[in-house]
């Protein structure tokens, strides 16, 4: 048992060693990229506006026949749900005069 004891304590001492050296690069790590966060953020921004410009050309834009048709045909709908809802409207007004007179 005193030789299991003496194999893990020296892989422990290792492991801990590394966690410390880790720990102290990752230290002098955060200061260095204090500076270059700066720069990092401006090179975040471009390529951000690279890949919206990448993604625009993939698009497949309508034409302008499939524009004007799609319009119209919503305008036609919104037209016609609003001539329903007012003859609904003006048949329960009715009926409510009716009711109450």
């Known amino acids: 048992?005193?030789?299991?004891?003496?194999?893990?304590?020296?892989?422990?001492?290792?492991?801990?060693e590394k966690s410390v050296k880790k720990t102290d690069d990752s230290k002098a790590e955060k200061k260095s990229d204090k500076k270059g966060s700066e720069k990092k953020e401006q090179g975040k921004v471009g390529k951000w506006f690279h890949d919206l410009k990448v993604e625009f050309k993939k698009v497949v834009w309508p034409t302008k026949k499939t524009v004007v048709t799609n319009t119209s045909v919503v305008v036609g709908v919104v037209a016609l749900s609003a001539v329903l809802v007012g003859l609904l409207d003006e048949g329960f007004?009715?009926?409510l005069r009716l009711i109450y007179k």
């Open 1 to 16: 048992m005193a030789k299991e004891k003496e194999n893990t304590t020296p892989k422990k001492k290792a492991e801990e």
């Open 93 to 95: 007004l009715a009926l």
